[in-house]
């Protein structure tokens, strides 16, 4: 595995333990990732909450969407 990759795991997993405290299970399932156009994704989050960018990877996009999704939101930190 390339250090790219894991360095957006590792990324993922930081931003979901602040995710877990502010949804529910049934939230996290029902998002999902679309990838389009060379490095560009969207993000569809919990009560119709969309992001879209660049991202190297899907994991990347997920990270980037939950913390765009936290800033959203107001938590207080992800401003």
Same mark, same amino acid.
């Given at each position: 595995?390339?250090?790219?990759?894991?360095?957006?795991?590792?990324?993922? @997993?930081?931003?979901?333990?602040?995710?877990? $405290?502010?949804?529910?299970?049934? $939230?996290?399932? !029902?998002?999902?990732?679309?990838?389009?156009?060379?490095?560009?994704?969207?993000?569809?989050?919990?009560?119709?909450?969309?992001?879209?960018?660049?991202?190297? @990877? !899907?994991?990347?996009?997920?990270? $980037? /969407?939950?913390?765009?999704?936290?800033?959203?939101? /107001?938590?207080? /930190?992800?401003?």
């Amino acid at each position: 595995m390339d250090i790219n990759t894991e360095f957006c795991r590792t990324l993922l @997993n930081s931003v979901m333990e602040e995710v877990r $405290q502010h949804t529910t299970p049934e $939230q996290r399932k !029902k998002v999902w990732v679309y990838h389009f156009d060379r490095d560009n994704y969207e993000f569809h989050g919990p009560n119709d909450f969309y992001w879209n960018g660049r991202a190297d @990877n !899907k994991t990347h996009a997920r990270a $980037q /969407g939950w913390m765009a999704y936290l800033r959203h939101i /107001g938590v207080e /930190g992800w401003k």
